[in-house]
């Protein structure tokens, strides 16, 4: 076995393609203490395709090293897609806002606050990021609710979310 936890870590420290290329066959390692401790410092290294290696790991089935990918990630959070949203394409949006809900674990938490907070163009943004994301099922009572809002505006984004997850039910028959 080329690794063990301590060299992991060791090879955080060794500059180089080589220190490099034994890092990366480390995530594949059957130890997880050994895939845990370089994913923690992957992405510092400037290893091509990390990012890619550590959105990987955001499926790992233990959760320490899920934890240790969303960590490393988190400079790919909620508020940041949300104030790039409105400059996105459809495409992009719907790619980026699926990896930051496996990345930003309080996502949802976060848009359900935009979907209530008293400015308007954050609410109609909630609701179109809720209809973008595919997430009407599982906001359709706070999209219900939205429904009262005093804001035409507000309640027609709302309807057009409630109206997306028609046509979703729709199509699936």
Do not use: W
């Amino acid at each position: 076995d080329v690794c063990s936890s301590d060299l992991a870590c060791a090879l955080a420290q060794i500059p180089g393609a080589d220190a490099n290329q034994l890092i990366a066959a480390c995530l594949e390692d059957p130890d997880p203490e050994i895939q845990l401790a370089v994913t923690q410092f992957l992405r510092n290294r400037g290893i091509p395709n990390a990012m890619a290696m550590l959105i990987g790991q955001l499926n790992h089935p233990d959760e320490r090293i899920r934890a240790a990918a969303q960590k490393a990630l988190s400079d790919f959070h909620f508020e940041r897609y949300v104030g790039t949203f409105d400059q996105m394409d459809e495409a992009s949006r719907r790619s980026a806002g699926a990896l930051i809900l496996r990345i930003d674990p309080k996502a949802k938490t976060t848009l359900r606050q935009e979907l209530m907070t008293p400015q308007r163009q954050h609410r109609m943004r909630a609701s179109r990021i809720i209809r973008t994301l595919g997430l009407v099922d599982e906001f359709l009572n706070d999209l219900v609710d939205v429904l009262a809002d005093p804001d035409k505006m507000v309640r027609r984004e709302a309807i057009e979310s409630l109206m997306h997850r028609s046509e979703e039910h729709t199509s699936e028959l």
